[in-house]
């Protein structure tokens, strides 16, 4: 639970500044130094506040979703705060200007450097759990006062407010926000509520599932972080054709490696758990429809956002995360973290529909434009893996 909550927090504090970074700044041609100078007061300024409001409220959070947590680790975490909200805000900087491949290094850094100290923390100093913490907090500052001085020295930081960018930052952000929040929980409140309803093993089993059908998301997620910041610099007819175009080939790809995943899934889990964790491999099976119905979900709403229409999106993800929460309350106690993973399934593809739905109104695309791949770009894929093959090329 210590390892998602800085993230979850941190989604409280955003108000969809990361998003607004690239769209004022494709969209609306703001300068950078000045988008990222007032991001460095907010980061800092929300991240702080938050920080405080959790420490005000820690013994609900120590009794509620915190539940069994050692309180000593608490302040430990809330100093990530924060670092945590600044790292997105620099985050949505590199987007805007297309950097990726500083954008993906800061996005595998923390992850890398964090395994390592976890390693050295529990195996050789044989810290413990704060030592754990002690090393997820180190790394994560260290790892964001890097990413503000790569940015400061591109575009100059400086410690200037600009209002009326402010506003404008702050009111197209405020939309995202709801957008950002709503779907973010809806994506992990399955988690708190097997805590709530069940007991930490199980957690821990679900989380295995969690973790590994989510890697099939990685693909969408990617893919959406390179397409936004295009899709917001261009006309909306051509944005529609683009964003139709990656739709149908993320699902396609996505759904290949979901096949994938069902067939050598539940092997996987056996040789990389053990048998102990056999009892993630229902869950995750049971999921997996809603891991790639959330591919399509994952590039639709970077179209509406990039052209400032995020309330479908809002709706869509408050409409999920509805269903998810109330599936959970009568699925958990019956069938427990399988109970979970059907609601997940379910609200996962209702998202995805909603906003295929409207899409397809709004653009003019067809259904089978959108979601399913043609005869030439299957001909591509083909010609591509043939290519892996040695000696198959030349054939």
């Known amino acids: 639970m210590l390892t998602i909550f800085p993230a979850t927090m941190s989604n409280f504090a955003k108000l969809g500044i990361p998003v607004a970074n690239v769209y004022c700044i494709r969209r609306r041609g ?13 980061g800092l300024g929300l991240g702080t506040a938050l920080a405080l409001a959790c420490w005000l409220g820690r013994g609900w959070l120590l009794h509620g979703v915190l539940r069994g947590v050692p309180a000593v680790t608490l302040p430990l975490v809330l100093v990530l705060l924060p670092f945590v909200v600044l790292q997105t805000f620099f985050l949505g900087i590199l987007q805007a200007e297309q950097r990726f491949q500083e954008y993906n290094l ?26 754990a913490v002690i090393v997820q907090t180190a790394v994560v500052a260290l790892v964001t006062v890097w990413l503000v001085l790569r940015v400061h020295r591109r575009t100059p930081l400086r410690l200037a407010w600009d209002g009326p960018l402010a506003k404008e930052m702050l009111g197209f952000g405020g939309k995202s926000y ?8 809806h994506r992990q409140i399955d988690q708190y509520m097997i805590n709530v309803f069940l007991d930490p093993a199980q957690v821990g089993l679900y989380a295995v599932a969690v973790n590994l059908t989510n890697v099939l998301l990685k693909i969408p997620d990617a893919t959406g972080t ?11 007819g051509d944005a529609h054709r683009a964003t139709a175009r990656v739709c149908r080939n993320t699902l396609f790809i996505t759904a290949a490696l979901g096949v994938g995943c069902l067939l050598f899934g539940p092997l996987g889990i056996r040789v990389l758990y053990g048998p102990r964790f056999t009892g993630a491999i229902r869950p995750m099976l049971l999921m997996l429809p809603g891991i790639v119905m959330m591919s399509l979900y994952m590039i639709l709403t970077r179209n509406f956002t990039s052209r400032n229409r995020q309330g479908v999106n809002i709706v869509a993800a408050g409409v999920a995360l509805s269903v998810n929460v109330g599936l959970n309350c009568v699925l958990i106690p019956r069938w427990g973290i399988s109970g979970a993973a059907i609601s997940t399934a379910v609200s996962y593809s209702l998202a995805a529909l909603m906003l295929l739905v409207v899409f397809v109104r709004e653009s003019g695309h067809s259904v089978a434009e959108t979601v399913l791949v043609g005869r030439e770009e299957i001909g591509g894929y083909v010609r591509r893996a043939r290519g892996l093959v040695p000696g198959a090329a030349a054939e």
């Open 106 to 131: 800061q996005q595998i850094a923390p992850t890398l450097f964090g395994l390592v100290g976890m390693a050295v923390a529990l195996v050789w100093l044989r810290a413990g759990l704060i030592g």
């Open 178 to 185: 709801v957008q950002t929040l709503a779907a973010t929980l």
């Open 226 to 236: 390179v397409l936004y910041p295009r899709l917001a610099a261009l006309e909306e």
């Open 30 to 42: 703001a300068r950078t130094s000045a988008v990222a100078s007032n991001s460095l007061l907010l």
